[in-house]
């Protein structure tokens, strides 16, 4: 993807690449894509199968373990403004690459999960 918001398009219509039971979070006309969090915004906000919250951050080339802190203030927004008493928030982070550093980083936290994408394009000859 050369552009996040091309990923992001995506995502939002695929979350089952991500996990089965996910689906877009859509509440009174309110849709989890660029959801608003204190005024920086999540790329994607979603419910899982448990009805729990699951926050989406997205980079179309390396994730860095940066990111790390930016997720984990989306988590934190989300479980103090919207999640339910013993609701869930968890996170995501889907790049191109993941870095060795946000690998190690995101090793001591259970609630963060990491998701390398890859491209592929297929021709097939048409006859005419």
Do not use: T
Request: contains cysteine; glycine residues 8%.
């Amino acid at each position: 993807f050369a552009y996040e918001k091309d990923l992001q398009n995506f995502l939002a219509k695929n979350l089952q690449a991500i996990e089965p039971s996910l689906k877009l979070f859509e509440d009174e006309g309110i849709r989890g894509i660029e959801f608003p969090v204190g005024g920086r915004f999540i790329d994607i906000l979603a419910i899982d199968g448990n009805d729990d919250w699951v926050v989406i951050e997205l980079k179309v080339s390396k994730g860095y373990d940066r990111v790390v802190g930016q997720l984990l203030r989306y988590m934190a927004w989300i479980k103090k403004h919207h999640a339910e008493p013993g609701q869930k928030v968890r996170g995501v982070i889907v790049a191109r690459d993941i870095s060795e550093d946000l690998l190690l980083a995101c090793s001591e936290l259970p609630g963060i999960q990491l998701f390398e994408y890859h491209l592929s394009v297929s021709l097939n000859k048409v006859s005419g």
